[in-house]
């Protein structure tokens, strides 16, 4: 909130404010006393001092040594330092299958994760096994616990913390973030999971920091996360159920990990003999890659249809927001760089020159994207941060 | 024995794992007000004995890897007794475990021996067959594999127990056999050790023209040079008693808690330069 409408906000929320302007300005390096703080921040320096104090009380700021005088030869000022150690985050990713937690300090550093397996659980069972996921990690606690992040593959509500509909869960006007936040006495915040994997790659990823940041996410389905001037826009979501023209079905049709495994199935039958898995075989998309990188028809076929379909969901988002870079990430991440390259050379094909300014494009492969997500967004809400 | 007790089950506590878990479950245990009462029913290997710990008479019960069998830890669960496992997981039971990341250390060693040693002909020296971690070590290479399109044919994924005797056994009869290969993962620190000497006493150059790794990490690892993951062996006693103290007091927990492995490398991977495609 900029001071131009703080006439609307509440006290506490102008308080909640101005802590994180001063906590953010410490944080990033751009000020470390109180003077310069004021500065940097234009608040009143009696506000600072208050609210410094308050920070310093809290732990999540220590007083640590002298810096240099100022140029009149003023009085020395106390260094102030951030805590990252001084409280603890949990960031959620339920999926399909299973739920994955991360417990991680305040500059993103992850202690431990911890899985759990649905086994094919729904509705209000998957609810509990939520709440059983996070006590894994409420059990190995090194300090307070500050807030906690949820990211769920659906259409999602991120400001009412509400599921809205994830039919893969059989959840319909699930008020997760209220049942979390009940469970622990703690803030927790909920987010679309393909958002928070864009939040996620641009907070810790290797990218520079750009104005508007895509990831398409194709696993199970295919969504679409935006980060735009560093926050999360909660416009995004599933595309899945897109139809691609004139009888070419949706997206999930072309992309969804089931279709993917009829698709080479079928293209193994039509090129025999094939190094893809048989029909009764465990099937990855480590596989295709393998049996692509070894010259095998039928993979090297499936990858260019996938290549295909990914470029149309690029061209789309590039010819309707420009982005500066364009991240693929989800299990599909697994066909290596060659899918990229390949989508990336369609997508400026079909895009051409045009108007747009140029994208790059890349692989987010790290792992736990989502629950780091929610970290970083769980952290940007409450403290500011990130 | 009593409410403030907490049970260990362990085939040996003496081995090096084992004696580190228990190290780290010992530590939180004792900051609890707990004490340990430990079984540890294989310590002489030749004459394992019953499992005769009361787990009815202990707050809870910590399991080291694969020492329970499946019958007793559903009783265990039945009676409503916490349980906690290190390293392990039973499919179809509720039990809660803590472990170190698999998937990651194969990982990291297997980037590295790749990208880093530029290495294509890699040999996995297994761990014992059907136990837990060993799994797990196993399905982490396979797809490491195929990520890089490495050539591994059957003979080059050799028997192991997580014990040097079988791992320098395996090596020799695959160094007999006249096969080509240019690096060794072992799924355990102790079997890479053993590959080492194995290779040495071979002729082969180790970094030179052979790199070795191994998974987790130990004085042992560091006296060898040994390039490997660490995995906190003692941190995992450590959360599980966390993990297994929270239950008792009445958290409800499901799934497993995985803690990073963090690379380590020393003297026995990294090729000197123009000397590694060479063999003395």
Same mark, same amino acid.
């Given at each position: 909130?900029?001071?131009?409408?703080?006439?609307?906000?509440?006290?506490?929320?102008?308080?909640?404010?101005?802590?994180?302007?001063?906590?953010?300005?410490?944080?990033?390096?751009?000020?470390?006393?109180?003077?310069?703080?004021?500065?940097?921040?234009?608040?009143?320096?009696?506000?600072?001092?208050?609210?410094?104090?308050?920070?310093?009380?809290?732990?999540?700021?220590?007083?640590?040594?002298?810096?240099?005088?100022?140029?009149?030869?003023?009085?020395?000022?106390?260094?102030?330092?951030?805590?990252?150690?001084?409280?603890?985050?949990?960031?959620?990713?339920?999926?399909?299958?299973?739920?994955?937690?991360?417990?991680?300090?305040?500059?993103?550093?992850?202690?431990?994760?911890?899985?759990?397996?649905?086994?094919?659980?729904?509705?209000?069972?998957?609810?509990?096994?939520?709440?059983?996921?996070?006590?894994?990690?409420?059990?190995?606690?090194?300090?307070?616990?500050?807030?906690?992040?949820?990211?769920?593959?659906?259409?999602?509500?991120?400001?009412?913390?509400?599921?809205?509909?994830?039919?893969?869960?059989?959840?319909?006007?699930?008020?997760?973030?209220?049942?979390?936040?009940?469970?622990?006495?703690?803030?927790?915040?909920?987010?679309?999971?393909?958002?928070?994997?864009?939040?996620?790659?641009?907070?810790?990823?290797?990218?520079?920091?750009?104005?508007?940041?895509?990831?398409?996410?194709?696993?199970?389905?295919?969504?679409?996360?935006?980060?735009?001037?560093?926050?999360?826009?909660?416009?995004?979501?599933?595309?899945?159920?897109?139809?691609?023209?004139?009888?070419?079905?949706?997206?999930?049709?072309?992309?969804?990990?089931?279709?993917?495994?009829?698709?080479?199935?079928?293209?193994?039958?039509?090129?025999?003999?094939?190094?893809?898995?048989?029909?009764?075989?465990?099937?990855?998309?480590?596989?295709?890659?393998?049996?692509?990188?070894?010259?095998?028809?039928?993979?090297?076929?499936?990858?260019?249809?996938?290549?295909?379909?990914?470029?149309?969901?690029?061209?789309?988002?590039?010819?309707?927001?420009?982005?500066?870079?364009?991240?693929?990430?989800?299990?599909?991440?697994?066909?290596?760089?060659?899918?990229?390259?390949?989508?990336?050379?369609?997508?400026?094909?079909?895009?051409?020159?045009?108007?747009?300014?140029?994208?790059?494009?890349?692989?987010?492969?790290?792992?736990?994207?989502?629950?780091?997500?929610?970290?970083?967004?769980?952290?940007?809400?409450?403290?500011?941060?990130? | 024995?009593?409410?403030?007790?907490?049970?260990?089950?362990?085939?040996?506590?003496?081995?090096?794992?084992?004696?580190?878990?228990?190290?780290?479950?010992?530590?939180?245990?004792?900051?609890?007000?707990?004490?340990?009462?430990?079984?540890?029913?294989?310590?002489?290997?030749?004459?394992?004995?019953?499992?005769?710990?009361?787990?009815? /008479?202990?707050?809870?019960?910590?399991?080291?890897? *694969? +020492?329970?069998? #499946?019958?007793?830890? @559903?009783?265990?669960?039945? $009676?409503?007794?916490?349980?906690?496992?290190?390293?392990?997981?039973?499919?179809?039971?509720?039990?809660?475990?803590?472990?170190?990341?698999?998937?990651?250390?194969?990982?990291?060693?297997?980037?590295?021996?790749?990208?880093?040693?530029?290495?294509?002909?890699?040999?996995?020296?297994?761990?014992?067959?059907?136990?837990?971690?060993?799994?797990?070590?196993?399905?982490?290479?396979?797809?490491?594999?195929?990520?890089?399109?490495?050539?591994?044919?059957?003979?080059?994924?050799?028997?192991?127990?997580?014990?040097?005797?079988?791992?320098?056994?395996?090596?020799? /009869?695959?160094?007999?056999?006249?096969?080509?290969? *240019? +690096?060794?993962? #072992?799924?355990?620190? @102790?079997?890479?050790?053993? $590959?080492?000497?194995?290779?040495?006493?071979?002729?082969?150059?180790?970094?030179?023209?052979?790199?070795?790794?191994?998974?987790?990490?130990?004085?042992?690892?560091?006296?060898?040079?040994?390039?490997?993951?660490?995995?906190?062996?003692?941190?995992?006693?450590?959360?599980?008693?966390?993990?297994?103290?929270?239950?008792?007091?009445?958290?409800?927990?499901?799934?497993?808690?995985?803690?990073?492995?963090?690379?380590?490398?020393?003297?026995?991977?990294?090729?000197?330069?123009?000397?590694?495609?060479?063999?003395?």
């Amino acid at each position: 909130m900029r001071a131009s409408t703080a006439n609307k906000a509440t006290h506490s929320q102008l308080r909640q404010h101005n802590r994180q302007l001063l906590l953010r300005a410490i944080y990033e390096g751009v000020a470390d006393n109180r003077a310069a703080l004021a500065q940097e921040t234009q608040l009143a320096k009696p506000t600072v001092s208050e609210l410094i104090g308050e920070l310093i009380d809290e732990g999540l700021l220590v007083e640590e040594g002298r810096g240099q005088s100022t140029r009149g030869g003023g009085k020395r000022p106390r260094l102030l330092r951030f805590v990252p150690a001084a409280r603890q985050v949990i960031g959620v990713s339920i999926s399909e299958d299973h739920i994955m937690a991360a417990l991680a300090y305040l500059d993103g550093r992850i202690v431990a994760r911890h899985y759990t397996d649905l086994g094919g659980a729904r509705g209000e069972d998957v609810i509990a096994a939520v709440g059983e996921t996070i006590n894994g990690l409420i059990a190995q606690l090194d300090a307070p616990l500050l807030c906690i992040g949820l990211g769920v593959a659906g259409v999602v509500d991120a400001g009412a913390g509400t599921v809205i509909h994830a039919p893969h869960l059989d959840w319909a006007q699930v008020p997760l973030a209220r049942l979390v936040a009940g469970m622990y006495d703690t803030p927790a915040y909920l987010a679309h999971s393909t958002a928070l994997v864009a939040m996620a790659e641009y907070v810790y990823g290797p990218t520079e920091p750009v104005h508007c940041f895509a990831v398409v996410r194709v696993g199970s389905g295919v969504g679409v996360g935006l980060v735009i001037n560093g926050a999360i826009y909660h416009g995004g979501g599933e595309i899945g159920p897109l139809r691609v023209g004139d009888g070419l079905g949706s997206l999930d049709t072309l992309l969804g990990w089931p279709c993917v495994r009829q698709r080479a199935e079928a293209l193994r039958r039509e090129h025999t003999p094939s190094l893809l898995p048989g029909e009764d075989e465990p099937l990855s998309y480590l596989h295709i890659r393998h049996a692509a990188d070894n010259g095998d028809r039928a993979a090297l076929a499936l990858r260019d249809e996938l290549s295909r379909h990914l470029a149309q969901v690029f061209a789309w988002i590039t010819g309707l927001l420009t982005p500066d870079h364009v991240a693929l990430a989800g299990p599909i991440t697994d066909l290596g760089e060659p899918l990229l390259e390949q989508a990336a050379a369609y997508t400026r094909e079909w895009v051409g020159a045009g108007p747009l300014r140029p994208v790059s494009f890349s692989l987010a492969e790290a792992p736990s994207l989502v629950a780091v997500g929610a970290i970083a967004q769980a952290l940007h809400r409450e403290l500011g941060l990130v | 024995m009593s409410a403030t007790h907490l049970g260990v089950i362990t085939n040996n506590q003496h081995q090096v794992f084992q004696r580190a878990v228990i190290a780290g479950i010992r530590q939180v245990a004792g900051a609890h007000g707990y004490d340990l009462v430990i079984d540890s029913y294989a310590d002489d290997e030749t004459q394992p004995r019953p499992i005769t710990l009361d787990y009815r /008479a202990v707050a809870g019960v910590c399991v080291i890897a *694969d +020492a329970a069998p #499946a019958g007793l830890l @559903r009783e265990m669960v039945d $009676a409503r007794t916490p349980v906690s496992l290190v390293s392990h997981q039973v499919s179809g039971l509720p039990i809660p475990s803590v472990s170190a990341d698999n998937y990651q250390g194969i990982a990291e060693l297997m980037r590295h021996l790749v990208i880093e040693c530029g290495r294509r002909r890699v040999v996995f020296i297994r761990g014992v067959g059907g136990q837990w971690d060993s799994e797990g070590r196993k399905t982490a290479f396979g797809r490491e594999v195929m990520r890089y399109n490495l050539d591994v044919p059957p003979e080059h994924l050799l028997r192991g127990d997580f014990s040097a005797e079988v791992a320098a056994r395996s090596l020799q /009869a695959l160094i007999a056999s006249g096969a080509q290969f *240019d +690096a060794v993962l #072992a799924a355990d620190y @102790r079997m890479g050790i053993a $590959a080492v000497d194995t290779l040495r006493r071979a002729g082969y150059v180790v970094p030179g023209s052979v790199s070795v790794v191994g998974f987790g990490d130990a004085e042992e690892a560091e006296a060898a040079g040994l390039t490997t993951v660490a995995a906190d062996i003692a941190e995992q006693g450590r959360r599980a008693a966390r993990q297994l103290i929270s239950q008792i007091e009445g958290l409800p927990i499901r799934g497993m808690t995985v803690l990073s492995v963090r690379p380590v490398i020393r003297d026995t991977s990294l090729p000197d330069g123009p000397a590694r495609a060479g063999r003395r």
